[in-house]
């Protein structure tokens, strides 16, 4: 199975799920009804209802494309040409720990916003983002996640009149 | 009262906070456009919360100043490394590279500049041309007309959709779906809030565009083993000589035309008025054949074709509230965080204003000028700027804007979950830009659907009540037959 197939058959699933979700679940329990409605399409779940189900069909004709590139034996638009290649080589060309790693320094960051503040966090999360991302000279680990996060800080709060939260640093910066 | 205006617009743009807010967009969007991986549109997201505390024209100059900036940008890594900046800049590579190569890096980079600044400015006289006029027209639309032509302007989405339109329509289905949460317009009744007050006024604009743009590539960049950067070329060579710019001027003036038309037609945007100037270029030049292999005219086609749709693409979009691609998509929601609806009615109420963003653009080209031909040595570097660095620089910048919209650390948590959500579109190969187009224009097409059903009592006739929706039903149908037709003729299994 080539990769793009796999993908676009995954891609197909995957809105035709969500689609269905959005339809009988979503829409039903979402949408609040007000009432009598005159006109259906006046309705509050009119409008959603219907791109539901054009995503629904959207999905199908994904879906099927790939199905019947699958068939026929050919490969996806993008893997034609230069870009042969088998769904193995695809998914040996990511690095797993590292995109896990900067998935779970992204939720730290965000829930460290509120206690640390925002200054701090991002000091933080700017020196791990750039350690994860292979930057070893101490010199800019030291600057620019100090510097940046601070000059924004300043920006924000003296230029556009923004209340940045400051977490710790609330005595000293507030 | 045109002089009051014209003078009260003048006060506006001559102040030292206008003046270094263009000078310093075309600046960031220069910078922005040199940088691989870093795109104009994500250039204007990231810009846009800086503007909340300026005036409206001022902070709109500044996004101005980055769109144009940028899309020059594109066309520097494109010549010296290979590595179009921006999408539009990838016919600039054709020859551009091949000229740096050659040792003629400065001479590329000279003619790109010239060429886009001419294109730029051909583009901004043919925006204040035809603006008003297009406005004063469509002060006679209804919300029937408006729902048509805003069906319409939803067939950009097939422009941008790249390869697959079925993975476009997906992404403008999510867009369309997400643009509905909150209070329902009609019955003041909650849609998709689940008790949670936040999402009472909806997913604010600024957060779902971040999203969608910056935080997938980061997190793209963080998925990745390899990297692989272009050769990169000294900027070596001598400058381009006034002589070359004449030689050139057929196709840059052309070029600019070719801009300024595609430009104005919502959804075809630069990379295709690039191409197409470029074809023209080589069709008509006396050596056709050195195309590909280093011709200055190939630079110079290519990028007046690009630059020229920059103030085109401004038409629809200060005439008629439409956007005409997904910068001016972007540019659109900052007009509406600033409190103002570009369309006609822009045109009677803020007449100043819409005078200020004329005169500001005019001043853009010179600041195009200057920035480029001071500074391209600097920009040249830019291009190395290591992606360890680039990526947490701007997540930081991305969390401080998302959080500036409405202070609210919960807009932050949409954002990462937008880009999540970006990053699996990126994965599944689904364009991220009809999800925009279809989030900004969402909400006025359900609007204007229901309005017009409201007037009518339920009728459906008042879509072709008269000869302006008929025109817009006849434009959209013709627009879906050439994009079936372009299909049609893609080879197959390249859907």
């Known amino acids: 199975m080539r990769a793009a197939d796999f993908s676009d058959l995954t891609v197909g699933g995957a809105t035709i799920a969500f689609a269905c979700l959005a339809l009988f679940v979503l829409v039903p329990l979402g949408v609040e009804d007000p009432g009598a409605i005159d006109i259906l399409a006046l309705g509050p779940a009119f409008w959603p209802s219907i791109v539901s189900t054009f995503m629904l069909l959207m999905g199908a004709v994904v879906g099927a494309q790939a199905l019947r590139r699958l068939r026929a034996g050919r490969a996806a638009a993008e893997t034609d040409g230069e870009d042969r290649r088998s769904l193995a080589t695809a998914l040996s060309e990511y690095a797993l720990g590292r995109w896990l790693g900067a998935l779970v320094l992204l939720a730290a960051f965000y829930a460290l916003l509120e206690p640390l503040g925002m200054i701090l966090a991002s000091m933080l999360a700017m020196v791990a983002l750039m350690v994860l991302g292979g930057e070893r000279r101490p010199a800019l680990l030291a600057i620019l996640p100090i510097g940046l996060p601070f000059a924004l800080f300043l920006f924000f709060r003296y230029a556009a009149n923004v209340v940045i939260p400051l977490g710790v640093l609330d005595p000293w910066l507030a | ?495």
């Not at chain 2, 000078?23 to 909340?52: D, Y």
């Not at chain 2, 019955?187 to 910056?214: H, K």
């Not at chain 2, 004329?358 to 190395?384: C, E, N, T, Y």
Request: charge should be neutral; charged fraction near 10%; include cysteine.
């Open chain 2, 1 to 495: 009262m045109v002089w009051t205006t014209l003078q009260a617009a003048l006060e506006i743009v001559l102040t030292l906070e206008a003046v270094l807010a263009l000078f310093g967009g075309v600046v960031i969007g220069t910078l922005i456009g040199a940088i691989p991986g870093m795109t104009v549109t994500m250039g204007v997201a990231l810009t846009l919360p800086f503007t909340f505390g300026m005036h409206p024209a001022v902070g709109i100059l500044l996004l101005l100043g980055v769109y144009k900036g940028g899309v020059y940008g594109g066309s520097i890594t494109a010549i010296l490394i290979k590595t179009p900046g921006t999408p539009a800049a990838s016919c600039t590579v054709l020859d551009g590279y091949p000229m740096s190569r050659n040792g003629e890096a400065r001479k590329a980079l000279d003619i790109a500049l010239y060429a886009s600044c001419f294109a730029d400015f051909i583009s901004n006289v043919s925006l204040i041309l035809f603006a008003g006029v297009l406005a004063s027209f469509a002060l006679r639309f209804g919300p029937p007309e408006y729902f048509t032509l805003i069906v319409f302007s939803l067939t950009i989405i097939a422009g941008i959709a790249g390869d697959n339109m079925a993975k476009g329509m997906i992404s403008a289905g999510i867009g369309l779906l997400l643009a509905t949460m909150g209070l329902d317009l009609v019955y003041g009744t909650n849609r998709f809030v689940f008790g949670e007050v936040e999402l009472m006024a909806g997913l604010n604009f600024i957060p779902v565009l971040i999203g969608l743009f910056a935080l997938p590539e980061i997190i793209n960049y963080y998925a990745k083993r390899f990297e692989e950067r272009g050769d990169i070329q000294a900027l070596a060579g001598g400058h381009a000589t006034f002589a070359e710019f004449r030689r050139c001027f057929k196709s840059i003036f052309r070029g600019s035309v070719i801009g300024v038309v595609l430009g104005a037609i919502p959804g075809i945007g630069g990379a295709p008025s690039a191409f197409l100037s470029y074809s023209e270029a080589q069709r008509t030049s006396k050596n056709p054949e050195n195309f590909g292999k280093g011709e200055i005219e190939g630079v110079a086609a290519s990028e007046a074709g690009n630059n020229g749709t920059c103030g085109a693409t401004l038409i629809p979009l200060l005439a008629l509230g439409v956007p005409g691609d997904i910068v001016t998509a972007v540019i659109l929601g900052a007009f509406m965080i600033h409190g103002l609806q570009p369309g006609p009615l822009l045109f009677e109420d803020n007449l100043d204003l819409i005078y200020s963003l004329f005169i500001g653009i005019m001043i853009s080209s010179v600041f195009l000028f200057i920035v480029g031909k001071s500074a391209i040595r600097v920009f040249s570097r830019v291009a190395l700027l290591p992606n360890q660095i680039l990526f947490p620089v701007v997540l930081v910048l991305c969390v401080y804007g998302g959080y500036a919209v409405n202070n609210n650390l919960f807009d932050i948590l949409v954002m990462m979950l937008i880009g999540l959500l970006g990053f699996a579109m990126l994965r599944g190969n689904i364009p991220a830009a009809p999800f925009l187009i279809a989030y900004v224009l969402g909400p006025l097409l359900e609007d204007n659907f229901r309005q017009s059903l409201l007037l009518s009592h339920g009728g459906l006739d008042i879509f072709v009540r008269n000869e302006i929706c008929m025109i817009f039903w006849a434009l959209t149908a013709l627009a879906l037959f050439l994009i079936v037709r372009r299909q049609r003729k893609l080879p197959k299994g390249a859907e």
